[in-house]
């Protein structure tokens, strides 16, 4: 058996991710459901529940402390067995600085 070349490939994020651990609203048709977020970045953030299989999509209202809350849409990236992965899709400039502002002096 011959040695493999292949250097192994290390995975990092190009945002940081900071812990959340507060609610966010989750804008599903005419209803609204509270979903706990585990961890927010400037490209999205995981949350701990599951939507159902045949969405991709969802609009949600984050309450950023001490700066407001903040309307984006997402998509559904990635889901594991506690959650949800979402990429922001639409963020509003204002909002974008915003999550700016919260993020800054959180991240390592």
Not at 41 to 62: E, K, R, W, Y
Not at 97 to 105: G, T
Request: include cysteine; charge should be neutral; hydrophobic fraction near 45%.
């Amino acid at each position: 058996m011959t040695p493999s070349n292949a250097i192994p490939r290390i995975t990092e994020r190009y945002h940081p991710r900071v812990e959340a651990n507060w609610m966010v609203k989750v804008h599903l048709g005419e209803r609204t459901v509270l979903v706990k977020a585990k961890d927010l970045s400037m490209a999205g953030l995981f949350l701990v529940g599951h939507p159902a299989d045949n969405i991709q999509h969802l609009n949600l209202t984050l309450p950023l402390p001490g700066l407001g809350d903040i309307t984006a849409k997402c998509t559904i990236v990635r889901r594991e067995a506690h959650g949800v992965a979402v990429e922001f899709s639409d963020v509003d400039w204002d909002h974008f600085l915003l999550l700016a502002r919260y993020l800054h002096p959180r991240l390592p």
